[in-house]
Structures are given as C-alpha cells and as structure tokens.
C-alpha cells in the first residue's frame, strides 16, 4: 500500500481491514491468522515462490470473517525508509490441517468487504488547504473518455464505477447507494492507483496531495439506476465536467456541484464528496 508522504512524527494511529471470502462452519478448520510486514522485498519482487522476511505486526483469533489490525507501528517504521508498505498474510494450522480455507477479498472484487486502510495525521504544520493539489481548468475534448475519467485523471479509457458492468437490476435508494454505487466506484478507483477517502462535504478540508471530486446517480428513489456522473474542483475553487463524449464544462462563477443541474439523466441522489490522490 502507499502510505501518505509525510514523517512517521505525524502519524497517530493507522488500521487496515480484510474480510474472509470463504468460512468453514467447523472451528477445527479456521486458522490463527497473522499479519506482517514484509522487510526485505518490495511488492514488485513478489511471487507465489517468492521468501520474503517479515516481522509480525498482529495476530487475528481463527474462526473471524472480518479482521481489524492495528498497523500504526507498521506505517511509522515504514515511513522512515519508504512510503511503499507491503503487508503478508499467513494462517497457522490448527491440529494439523491446512489452512486453504482462509481466502479473502481482494481490491479487484468490489463492493463494501475489499481490503481498506486508513492513516490518522496529526501535524498543526501538515498545511491542510483549501484545494489540495487540484489544478486550473484546462478544456478537453474527445469521445473516448468519460466524466469519471475526467474526474480522475484518467484521459486513456472510457471508466465505469462498476466491476461487472451497469448494475441496472439494483434500486436506486440510500440502501444501495451506500452498499453498491458508492462502494464499487471507490473499488475501481483503488484498481487505477488512486487513493480515494469519502469526505463529509463540499468544504471538508483535504491534504496538499489530495484533491475534490464530486459523484452521483440518477432515478434516486424513483426507480432503477440510470447513470452515474463525477465532477471535479480546480484550485481556485471552481468546477468542471464531461458530458459523456463531449467537451468538458467548466460551470460558472461561484458555482458548485451542490448549485447546478447535473443533466438529463435526472442525477438527484445526495451528492458525495471524494478526496483522491495518484499512489
């Protein structure tokens, strides 16, 4: 994982979280898990062969589906060689049997049970700004490249929030907005290097490394999913977007995501503000 660029001084705390993709109801078959810090590679040098050394960070009881390890030690030690940290887990056998039921999710299966982590910061002199690292508006155009593309960076493809396409059979609701819509577009984000946190608003304050991006669906409440649409700030505080295949809009003055009409595909769901950076 990429750890922010800041001192080990001004981490207070960090978390990294995993999920059990597959549980043997018999407690006989669930093994001690263990996470540790592998100390001598880096992920690129990594195989399924591949010896590693490691020391351990934490241990986690057999028989859980979800995993909760303290790793702020982990990323402090980290930060004073390299904000490249790469975690190993590892089960030990109970009684003797192996352990190939201890599969979890991983980042490119989507939804709310992927692999996260978060950092606490905690420096008066970490500069939070206004803007982040947002740039000045530049118009662009080109058909093969979308709003989330836009949004992200990302002028190579066509991006789509979802890992298995349109998910058209799903309600447009708070439920699944917040378990599916809004959970698999963090997912693809995460699959394109892009490190990406919800923040509360419009106005929630972002590091000098991150920036703003806007999101939401449309039929909220009144039927199926239609479509999904992003914009994104610049660093003076205005707007933009891309309409599909059409040139980017940059909205007037003063205006904000929370201010305008966001199309003809009725986008009315709430509104949620991503603070993302490239990792």
């Known amino acids: 994982m990429s750890l922010p660029d800041v001192d080990s001084s001004d981490v207070v705390s960090a978390e990294f979280n995993i999920n059990k993709s597959l549980t043997n109801p018999n407690p006989v078959f669930n093994p001690t898990i263990y996470l540790r810090r592998v100390t001598n590679k880096t992920y690129d040098q990594l195989t399924g062969t591949t010896s ?67 950092v606490v910061l905690e420096d008066p002199d970490l500069g939070l700004t206004p803007y982040g690292s947002a740039k000045p508006y530049t118009p662009m155009s080109g058909w093969w490249f979308n709003c989330f593309s836009y949004a992200v960076g990302y002028y190579d493809d066509w991006l789509e929030p979802y890992d298995n396409g349109y998910p058209y059979s799903y309600p447009a609701n708070q439920y699944y907005y917040e378990t599916v819509y809004i959970p698999y577009a963090m997912s693809t984000m995460g699959a394109y290097n892009i490190a990406v946190r919800i923040i509360d608003n419009i106005l929630s304050p972002v590091y000098p490394y991150e920036r703003r991006i806007a999101y939401r669906i449309g039929n909220f409440n009144t ?52 603070a993302i950076y490239p990792i």
């Open 52 to 118: 590693y050394g490691a020391t351990n960070i934490a241990t986690g009881a057999s028989g859980q589906t979800s995993y909760t390890f303290d790793i702020t030690n982990a990323v402090k030690n980290q930060l004073d060689v390299s904000n490249k940290l790469v975690l190993a887990i590892s089960g030990e056998p109970v009684y003797g049997y192996n352990t190939g039921n201890a599969v979890f999710y991983a980042t490119n299966q989507g939804g709310s049970l992927i692999p996260s982590f978060s």
């Open 223 to 274: 039927g199926y999913f239609s479509d999904f649409h992003f914009m994104k700030q610049h660093n003076e505080g205005s707007w933009s977007h891309k309409p599909g295949q059409q040139p980017t809009i940059l909205l007037g003055t003063g205006l904000t995501p929370n201010d305008v009409s966001w199309g003809i595909f009725n986008y009315n769901s709430p509104i949620t503000y991503f």
